[in-house]
């Protein structure tokens, strides 16, 4: 199938701009690159009823997290909570990166959402953000009555590395190394470090994720390439996915992780976790937060959040 015509135009205008791919840059020069762009891929942040930055205990001091109260509800209402943790390969993103697709979502599911600032690669590799989302998960199921969040009612959830850190935490949940989550959203994750499936070999240039950009992400996250057969690295893993929280995975046809995501769902399935699989065929790696040229980033986005209300009414 062929390309979304908006994300066709993306890419035109990065080969126009002249922008490297993020593999040919350090690490502070794609933050850079990535943080520029972001006012021109995304639509105009949504109005919520609350927006309140805090901080949670860390392993090696605080973290920073931002939390997000639905348009409409009131401050004394009890909500679900989703917290969710930023894409970027674990080297890039921050709190302002996903702030716009943060309060879709919170809108979209009525929901409280708790967006997390986990440590970076290279500066701090695997498995600090593992660490770093684990203690968010710790300090808002132990604070929900003062957030205003319904306890039973936790999900984890992320696009891309996100995606992966939200795939750890929903095992370490069903492990009881993690507080209980009852769903997990997970955006064309990253599920296996190896890079060994076709679709690495299918998309090596044009697009904004390609083989050698997720490999460069890879190396800063995972140096050691002994380290990226663990479970907490690539959760595909993990030898059986029993008991894990529902799922909702979408994939990108256009995407190096295509693969990888579309087995991490069938091996969900196949262990008897409740599953929904949505497969974008025409889209490519990342598209959620490119709003602004392709419309179909806001249906898919209010369309996992859906999900995720669907699940928490009891669907």
């Not at 080969?15 to 794609?30: D, I, Q, S, V």
């Not at 392993?59 to 920073?64: N, T, W």
């Not at 602004?292 to 209300?309: C, E, G, M, N, V």
């Amino acid at each position: 199938m062929p390309l979304d015509p908006g994300a066709v135009t993306v890419l035109n205008l990065i080969k126009e701009l002249g922008r490297p791919p993020l593999h040919m840059l350090t690490p502070a020069e794609a933050r850079e690159a990535t943080a520029k762009s972001r006012a021109v891929m995304q639509p105009e942040p949504e109005p919520v009823a609350e927006v309140e930055d805090l901080t949670c205990p860390g392993p090696l001091g605080p973290v920073s997290l931002r939390r997000y109260r639905a348009a409409g509800t009131q401050a004394s209402d009890v909500l679900p909570c989703l917290l969710y943790l930023h894409g970027g390969g674990w080297v890039i993103g921050d709190l302002d990166s996903h702030d716009q697709m943060c309060r879709v979502l919170a809108n979209a599911a009525r929901c409280c959402v708790v967006a997390v600032d986990y440590r970076m690669a290279p500066e701090h590799v695997y498995p600090a953000a593992v660490d770093d989302c684990a203690a968010a998960l710790r300090f808002v199921a132990g604070n929900a009555a003062t957030l205003r969040i319904d306890a039973d009612r936790i999900a984890v959830g992320g696009d891309s590395a996100g995606g992966n850190l939200a795939a750890v935490l929903a095992i370490m949940a069903r492990d009881g190394t993690a507080p209980k989550i009852d769903f997990q959203l997970l955006l064309y994750p990253a599920t296996d470090m190896a890079g060994e499936r076709p679709a690495y070999q299918r998309f090596t240039e044009n697009l904004v994720l390609t083989d050698k950009t997720m490999r460069w992400f890879i190396d800063h996250y995972t140096p050691d390439p002994a380290r990226r057969l663990e479970w907490q690295a690539s959760p595909l893993r993990v030898p059986s996915l029993k008991g894990v929280a529902s799922a909702f995975v979408m994939t990108a046809g256009y995407d190096p992780l295509v693969d990888e995501g579309i087995e991490y769902a069938k091996r969900l399935e196949a262990d008897g976790v409740r599953v929904t699989s949505v497969y974008m065929a025409d889209q490519m790696h990342a598209f959620l937060g490119m709003g602004k040229f392709i419309p179909a980033a806001d249906l898919a986005l209010r369309q996992a959040a859906l999900s995720l209300a669907h699940h928490w009414a009891g669907g």
